[in-house]
């Protein structure tokens, strides 16, 4: 689990077994789950100067997910 300094993200973690990218959004306990993420996109978003803005164009809309 990595803890991200974001104001819209609080930590993100990532399953590459079933390529699953866990987000947690600040202000929820529970995170979102996103399907058949390539880790290379998790990895990005950690590098990521604004996190918030990265899950917007590269994740939100483009990967098929289960809320909290």
């Known amino acids: 689990m990595v803890w991200l300094d974001s104001e819209a993200i ?9 390529a699953t990218l ?3 959004f ?5 995170p979102y789950a996103y399907y058949a993420v390539p880790e ?3 990895h ?3 590098e990521a100067e ?4 990265f899950v917007q164009e590269h994740i939100i ?3 098929q ?3 909290p």
């Open 61 to 63: 809309d483009r990967y």
């Open 65 to 67: 997910y289960a809320p």
């Open 40 to 42: 290379e996109i998790f």
């Open 50 to 53: 604004s996190k918030g803005r």
């Open 10 to 18: 609080a930590r993100a973690e990532y399953d590459g077994e079933d």
């Open 22 to 24: 866990f987000i947690w």
């Open 26 to 30: 600040r202000g929820n306990e529970r």
């Open 44 to 46: 990005a978003l950690c």
